[in-house]
């Protein structure tokens, strides 16, 4: 099984290449209206949609209420220093700086350029 988490973004195309260079991944789609954002293996990690966009399915949510209220998008990454470096030269909001977990592992909290909140962490021990 795999999960392919899908968010809605302003602005695809901006918000691609943001988690491209933030997980050192890559576009598996492209397009301004859907994005797939795959890792350095071809594995789809995230799905990036433009809210006004429908197609068959209807609205996916409501732009005007708080983004990703309750969610957090959890990467953990084999080259976590590297991530955090990537996350300080594209200028994201730090909501929780680089700190040691009680899980045995290291995270740093941020928010995407939605909003939606992310954390890196180095790999599980």
């Known amino acids: 099984m795999q999960l392919a988490p899908l968010i809605c973004v ?30 350095p293996d071809g594995r789809l990690v995230l799905q990036l949609h433009r809210w006004e966009v429908e197609h068959h399915h209807g609205p996916l949510g409501d732009p005007a209420l708080p983004h990703g209220n309750g969610v957090l998008l959890w990467f953990e990454l084999p080259d976590f220093d590297a991530a955090v470096a990537r996350a300080q030269d594209l200028g994201a909001q730090v909501l929780r700086p680089r700190q040691f977990s009680e899980n045995g592992n290291w995270e740093c909290w941020l928010l995407d350029p939605d909003g939606y909140k992310v954390v890196l962490t180095s790999p599980l021990p």
Do not use: C, K, P
């Open 10 to 39: 302003r602005d695809v195309t901006a918000s691609s290449r943001w988690y491209q260079r933030l997980l050192g991944a890559h576009s598996g789609h492209g397009g301004d209206e859907y994005e797939r954002i795959n890792d």
